[in-house]
């Protein structure tokens, strides 16, 4: 009779590991991670400021064939510590620190074969993390995972958990005892007044996206994945960041950290910028009378915009080569009434870059050296990749070499699908977004993001890399008439700015036309501006679903937006995130006295036709805002009114010193 095929750690002990466990402090010793041996598995736990956090949660996977099912030892624990600091082609800082300490235990098996495997702990100030290592060895071909055991068990009265329940939803604020069958990743949970963690992953480059299945007590959960790992491969990493405020989780660089330096040796083609993008403008009607379509005419308005106000790209969506989910439609082709070649030619001589979109059966279907060499020869610079599907290891792994032949033609990557970012910016620098998110206004059956869950969005998806939402939406009462525009936003138009810099991304895809942009200019020089990368963060403050205010600070300027929920609220800022003996002018963007962010009707046309209430263009005061200026120094106070549903974003630039 064949033994069982599950693989726990380990099955029989050393006395040593028994008797004591092993232990790992973060380099500032606040968090405490220790291994234990008992009589069947090995285990975990963390503590933070000297609170356990983390209880007795449970080491190890189940494979699907018959190999380590007759136990193992732990032959060999080592320690190690590393200290490094890293600059980044582009993100949220200009240099990141991976300082760690790291325990290695060793495990052989009982049987025979002595065959062997490691579990690697590493304890960062932000977090702790872990992964499984299957060295090449004689008679272990595969490592064919059938199940996952690693467990989170957390130690808290109340915890409380903030998730994706889908790419493009969220649960919000659920007690654990409320928690559904699977949860997405990153997974957020309050455990005490002064403690947050944050559960994910790092470094999925040829594996299936894990969600959390929570145990019968509720308060455990355990990392669900299945895939194929071959002889001399890692598992990806399991993350647990861990913080005293929710800001400090926004500002962790834990994931980054875990991922594998960068591949890119030449890497000054990777630019990120803002980008006038035109899928939401088709039936949009110019100041001038021209409608917006597929069409050369349109993209060439669209270059000149991005001239005129310095925006680095243009990006064009699906169906530019034919139907996109048509068999037939080749990327290495266009339709007549777009000339590619003529508009690149165009955007060339006006300094701007072309993305355009392509659909993963252009990619799979053809060849993709043949597609990429023909767009390197017409000038393309970037891709958005559409319909790969999420989570599988063959999509994960399909989509890394996608972005590696992008990397060979100094291609830049979008993947505008719900895999999961998992830090692979790092490794791969040209990785400049991801979906991963409530886009602004995709699919009319999506309700869009209330402002309560753009609060909420910073400490769940956005933890886990670059999203593209595809916010800056300036015509937010006239242009629920366009033929791709599904819904109604609630949001002002402030609120919309501040979007553009609380949701980091290498490419900011901009939803609107030229001309609703014209009509605003003094309020678009916020986004203009933006340099998409940045040499510092800072989160100021940070209430979970009410409230979120962020700096950034490139060179000198500081770029500070502030987001707040259905309610409204006075924004209260010290600045004494500027430099001493330094005056700044402020360049203020705000709500007015009157903004607010409802909008009559329903928010599709279904849900307005239910209601009885014509879906159609109807004025609102989502678009009230007022500019402004003023002069500040470190340590003065700042204080401004937040509309209900509304933003906030300040400017500051040095001009004077004392």
């Known amino acids: 009779m064949k033994i069982p095929s599950a693989f726990y750690l380990p099955l029989i002990l050393l006395p040593s590991l028994e008797a004591k466990p092993k232990v790992v402090n973060s380099p500032d010793e606040r968090i405490q991670l220790q291994a234990h041996a008992e009589n069947n598995g090995l285990f975990y736990s963390v503590t933070f400021n000297g609170q356990p956090i983390i209880g007795k949660s449970r080491l190890g996977v189940e494979l699907n064939q018959d190999v380590f099912a007759g136990g193992v030892t ?10 490094e600091t890293w600059k980044p082609v582009w993100g949220q800082a200009s240099e990141y620190r991976n300082h760690f300490n790291e325990l290695t235990l060793d495990l052989q098996e009982v049987a025979e074969s002595k065959r062997t495997m490691q579990v690697v702990l590493r304890a960062f100030d932000d977090g702790v993390a872990l992964r499984y290592v299957y060295p090449e060895q004689e008679g272990l071909p595969h490592a064919n995972l059938k199940k996952e055991l690693t467990e989170v068990s957390v ?62 007590d509720r308060r455990t959960l355990r990392y669900s994945s299945v895939c194929n790992q071959g002889a001399g491969s890692v598992s990806p990493w399991r993350t647990i960041q861990i913080a005293s405020t929710p800001g400090k989780l926004i500002e962790s660089s834990l994931i980054l950290n875990l991922n594998e330096p960068n591949r890119v040796a030449k890497s000054d083609w990777v630019k990120p910028g803002v980008s006038l993008w035109d899928w939401r403008n088709h039936g949009g009607k110019a100041d001038d009378g021209f409608e917006y379509g597929i069409n050369t005419e349109s993209y060439l308005r669209y270059i000149d915009f991005a001239h005129e106000q310095g925006l680095a790209y243009v990006l064009i969506d699906a169906d530019w080569y034919g139907p996109e989910r048509d068999d037939k439609s080749d990327p290495t082709t266009y339709e007549h009434e777009v000339a590619i070649p003529r508009i690149t030619s165009y955007a060339k001589e006006k300094g701007v870059g072309i993305w355009v979109y392509v659909n993963d059966k252009g990619l799979k279907l053809y060849d993709i050296d043949r597609t990429f060499a023909q767009f390197q020869k017409w000038g393309i610079v970037g891709i958005k990749h559409g319909f790969l599907g999420a989570g599988n290891q063959t999509k994960n792994a ?15 990557y979008n993947l505008h699908e719900p895999n999961k970012p998992t830090g692979l910016n790092r490794t791969y620098p040209h990785y400049m977004s991801r979906e991963y998110v409530n886009s602004m206004l995709d699919a009319a059956n999506r309700p869009p993001a209330t402002p309560s869950e753009l609060c909420v969005f910073p400490v769940v998806h956005n933890l886990a890399g670059p999203v593209d939402r595809s916010c800056g939406l300036f ?39 030229p001309d609703a ?21 800072r989160v100021l403050e940070m209430e979970i679903g009410k409230k979120i205010t962020m700096a950034r600070r490139s ?9 707040v929920d259905e309610k409204g609220r ?16 402020v360049q203020i963007f705000e709500d007015t ?5 409802q909008f009559p009707g329903g928010w599709n046309q279904k849900d307005a036709a239910k209601k009885k209430i014509p879906f159609k263009p109807v004025e609102t005061k989502r678009e009230l805002y007022q500019v402004r200026s003023k002069a500040a120094r470190k340590g003065d106070k700042y204080t401004a009114r937040l509309a209900p549903g509304g933003g906030h974003c300040l400017i500051l630039k040095p001009v004077a010193s004392d």
């Open 398 to 412: 399909f989509s890394v070499e996608v972005l590696k032949k992008c990397a060979e033609y100094e291609i830049m």
């Open 475 to 513: 015509d937010m009462d006239q242009s629920i008439g366009r033929a791709k525009v599904h819904k109604q936003i609630p949001s002002t138009v402030v609120s919309q700015v501040a979007q553009c810099l609380v949701f980091p991304s290498g490419i900011l895809t901009l939803p609107d036309m």
């Open 517 to 537: 942009y014209r009509r605003k200019l003094d309020l678009f020089g916020f986004i203009k501006s933006l340099p998409m990368t940045y040499d510092e963060t």
């Open 74 to 83: 732990v032959t060999q624990s080592a320690t190690r510590s590393f200290d």
């Open 555 to 563: 060179g000198d300027t500081w770029f500070v937006a502030a987001l």
């Open 570 to 585: 006075q924004l209260e800022l010290d600045f004494d995130f500027l430099e001493a003996g330094v005056k700044y002018e």
């Open 593 to 597: 006295a009157e903004s607010h962010y």
């Open 155 to 216: 130690i808290s009265q109340n915890p409380v958990a903030w998730y994706a329940k889908s790419s493009t939803g969220l649960f919000s604020n659920v007690p654990f005892a409320k928690l559904g069958k699977s949860c997405r990743t990153p997974f957020t949970a309050q455990l005490a007044e002064d403690c947050f963690i944050s559960l994910h992953e790092a470094g999925v480059v040829n594996s299936s996206d894990a969600n959390l299945i929570p145990e019968k």
